[in-house]
């Protein structure tokens, strides 16, 4: 389903290098880098409003997972966003869009603070970052949350990649629901089930299928979230093409083993940062 046009904004840098962002939750759903599309979108994804988009580059805040308050995964991706500034060409020739979020009157009935949180999208030639700020504007009172940005990537044949980046790393696996923490002990994960870790303090990653690469560096997220949902999930989900485990992988950078407190006044930012590494595969 396409969007409509009045709810999307589109950064162009080049004519094989362009982002679009959906005003609906400020959702990057759309990165190409030398002409290859690298997020996955869902066929059957609502574009309307009426339900957050399921792919891209979706906004987790203030709640990763299950909420008592309120929606799953918090209520930043399935609010309309405002545009603080307009895609501006800068002297280095990245383009860059601010898109901001404040609370309202429908955040209120759910979680009773006020925030603001700024999302600043630049596209270079092969990079894509995105970073988030978020400030608690509450004259008193401190506020806590999880949050994370739920990259959906887009693969041709997903057992056919290699992740990268998380051996040694401490992680709890949501499908066996164990309880206990496992070491990872492989040094490229390949997808061939349902997957659904917490990986925490975690450094970079990268994602390879065949010749390319792309790699994923973030600032101030210090847990990853590794998801598939494979055959059975992928077919309960209405906006979810029943074979699109197949063509994506999540690979979601995150504040979300513990939760931070924000202090009246005071402002965290996050980050991360996309990019295409031309015949990356063999390096």
Request: charged share 20%; hydrophobic share 35%; with cysteine.
């Amino acid at each position: 389903m396409s969007a409509p046009a009045k709810s999307v904004v589109s950064l162009i840098h080049s004519d094989s290098c362009s982002t679009q962002v959906h005003l609906f939750g400020a959702t990057v759903y759309s990165w190409k880098c030398n002409g290859k599309e690298n997020l996955f979108l869902s066929s059957t994804s609502k574009m309307d409003g009426s339900k957050a988009v399921r792919g891209g580059i979706p906004l987790v805040f203030p709640n990763f997972g299950p909420w008592k308050l309120g929606p799953q995964h918090g209520f930043a991706r399935s609010m309309w966003w405002s545009v603080s500034s307009s895609p501006t060409k800068m002297e280095n020739g990245d383009v860059v869009a601010v898109f901001e979020l404040a609370e309202n009157e429908e955040s209120k009935k759910i979680w009773d603070h006020n925030f603001l949180l700024q999302y600043t999208v630049t596209l270079s030639e092969t990079k894509l970052t995105t970073q988030l700020s978020i400030t608690n504007t509450n004259t008193v009172g401190s506020f806590d949350f999880t949050t994370l940005l739920h990259t959906y990537f887009k693969v041709d044949d997903i057992t056919s990649c290699k992740i990268n980046g998380f051996n040694g790393c401490q992680f709890s696996d949501k499908v066996k629901n164990s309880g206990e923490d496992e070491t990872e002990s492989r040094e490229s994960i390949l997808i061939d089930r349902n997957v659904d870790n917490i990986y925490k303090n975690t450094p970079s990653h990268s994602l390879v299928e065949g010749e390319n690469k792309i790699t994923l560096e973030k600032t101030n997220l210090p847990d990853t979230v590794l998801w598939n949902p494979w055959i059975e999930k992928a077919a309960k989900m209405s906006d979810f093409d029943d074979d699109g485990y197949k063509h994506m992988v999540c690979i979601e950078a995150g504040y979300v083993a513990q939760r931070m407190a924000l202090t009246p006044s005071n402002t965290f930012t996050c980050s991360q940062t996309l990019t295409c590494v031309p015949g990356g595969a063999k390096m």
